[in-house]
């Protein structure tokens, strides 16, 4: 019997059941599941699902889970855009050292150190570890104050989130900056698409975050909010429209529909408009910077 509300994690705001059932649509898994709901803070407007897959973990992320969300060339190229577009940014900031926390492949790692910026990543998952990309934390340099964190669509895989948060917390600088995007609960793109929505991606993604949850959260955690933009590069209109296109097809299909290029421009075009108008996509990046008057500074 599907449980109506529960209490929020974060506010302990009461939740309400969103929507039952809940589907890995994309077709990226190999285990199998079935009743998980997603359940929204009245409050905070955090989604959460439920129960929390903890167990068979590598199943959820096989060896090729990156491969999977590949979308091609036109995919390729804009990602590549982007991240010349933020090394060259960053190259402004003098003497800063980042830290790429859930790296992934490796990519943005590499591209960076390519463009002479000192970076490192943490991924816990990956199993090609270099001098620059570790997969156990205690494994990153000695002097570790770095000056920016970056969680690039890794906080909503998260289970528990405190020994993150913590981690990242110990290692920044006094003036250092978490830099979060992730998706955003509240965006008009996920009450328009409901359970069809891209970015539920579930089981892999835990939670997905409203600005008021991550900030909350983030308080909790002795970090506070210095800005929010919206993160422009979302796929998420493509993957949600491709999910409504899988429900007319006979049988599932494994990985993207050959369609998904001409999906990937219209999704682009529908969140650049979103952004110009009304300021918010299917993504949002909030910037952190540690407090200096949280509790937990005496604890370190
Ligand atoms: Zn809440």
């Known amino acids: 019997m599907e449980s109506k509300s529960t209490v929020c994690e974060i506010c302990s705001g009461s939740q309400e059941l969103l929507y039952a059932d809940v589907k890995n649509q994309e077709g990226w898994i190999d285990c199998n599941f079935s009743g998980l709901s997603a359940y929204q803070c009245k409050y905070c407007g955090l989604i959460e699902f439920h129960p929390q897959i903890c167990e068979n973990l590598e199943n959820l992320y096989p060896n090729d889970y990156l491969d999977r969300g590949n979308r091609g060339r036109i995919h390729q190229g804009l990602l590549n855009l982007a991240e010349i577009l933020e090394v060259r940014r960053l190259k402004r900031m003098k003497e800063v050292r980042i830290l790429d926390y859930g790296s992934g492949g490796g990519e943005w790692v590499s591209r960076a150190t390519k463009g002479g910026l000192d970076v490192f990543g943490y991924e816990p998952f990956t ?8 997969n156990d934390f205690s494994d990153l340099p000695d002097s570790n104050e770095f000056s920016l964190v970056r969680l690039e669509h890794v906080i909503e895989h998260f289970i528990d989130l405190e020994p993150h948060l913590q981690q990242i917390r110990r290692i920044l600088a006094p003036e250092g900056i978490v830099q979060i995007t992730t998706p955003d609960a509240e965006s008009i793109s996920r009450k328009l698409f409901g359970r069809y929505w891209g970015y539920l991606h579930v089981p892999h993604h835990t939670r997905i975050f409203s600005e008021k949850s991550l900030t909350a959260v983030m308080e909790a955690s002795g970090f506070e909010k210095i800005n929010k933009t919206v993160f422009p590069l979302n796929l998420c209109t493509a993957i949600s429209l491709e999910n409504l296109v899988r429900l007319s097809l006979a049988r599932p299909v494994r990985g993207h529909l050959s369609i998904f290029p001409g999906l990937l421009i219209i999704g682009l075009l529908c969140e650049s408009l979103l952004r110009l108008v009304v300021r918010r996509t299917s993504a949002m990046r909030l910037q952190f ?8 500074i005496s604890n370190e």
Do not use: A, D, F, M
């Open 127 to 134: 199993k090609n570890t270099t001098r620059r990309i570790v």
């Open 289 to 296: 910077k540690r407090t200096h008057s949280n509790s937990l």
